[in-house]
Every structure is written in C-alpha cells, then in structure tokens.
C-alpha cells in the first residue's frame, strides 16, 4: 500500500504563490502516477495535474495551464505542486493521489482510477 501526505497548504492573496508537496511512501512508490485533484464546496473532484511514474510526463487542466507546475523528486519521494497566479477559484481543498498505473491519462477527470489518496491540504486565495 501507499501512503500520501501532502503540505504547503495555506492563505494567499490573489497572484501569489504557494508550492505543495506530496511526500509518497510505499510499495515500488515511484512506478506509479500521481496526481493532483482539487475539490472545493459544492463542486466535484477535479484533476489539475498528473506526473507519469515512466516518464515524467505531465499533464494540466485547462484552467491552470501557465500557471501550475507538476514535478517529481524521485530522491526524496516526493511530487510537488508549483501553483503561480493563484486566483480566487483556485480556492479548494487539494489532494495528492496515487493510480496504479504508469502514466496519466487525461480522463476521468474526477480520479475514479486513483487507488491512493492523502487527507488533503486547503489552500485559499483572498484578499
């Protein structure tokens, strides 16, 4: 089994920056895909990145494109979550998960094929 924490939640003002990490431990940990969701109040789960296990490919969801960037240190089992611009909508509960399976896949955005999931870190953009 894996096990995922995520950190670097926290309050910023629109346009800041905040970095969220993923520290992942377990079984063969670095083979498979991890992910980004973001779920707020009301609405559903959502994808916002995904880091290939193979490759380290990568993928965004259209609304953080330009803004979010997904990365890995394999060394410290780690995926982070550089987010840049941050805006108000972008207020959410943000959670790292874990698919067994090597790559990412553009869908279902909601995670459905993600076996693994941390507790969530909020983070909130106000002025």
């Known amino acids: 089994q894996l096990q995922l924490v995520e950190s670097g939640g926290g309050l910023v003002q629109p346009g800041g920056s905040l970095r969220l990490s993923c520290a992942v431990s377990?079984?063969?940990?670095?083979?498979?895909?991890i992910g980004w969701f973001r779920q707020a109040p009301g609405k559903e789960r959502e994808r916002v990145s995904c880091i290939s296990s193979s490759d380290g490919s990568t993928i965004y969801a259209d609304s953080v494109k330009g803004r979010f960037t997904i990365s890995r240190d394999n060394a410290k089992h780690t995926v982070y979550l550089q987010m840049n611009s941050l805006k108000p909508e972008d207020t959410s509960v943000y959670y790292c998960a874990a698919a067994l399976h090597y790559y990412c896949y553009a869908y279902p955005i909601g995670g459905d094929d993600y076996d693994y999931w941390g507790q969530g870190t909020q983070v909130t953009v106000s002025s």
């Open positions: 377990g079984l063969t940990s670095e083979y498979y895909a």
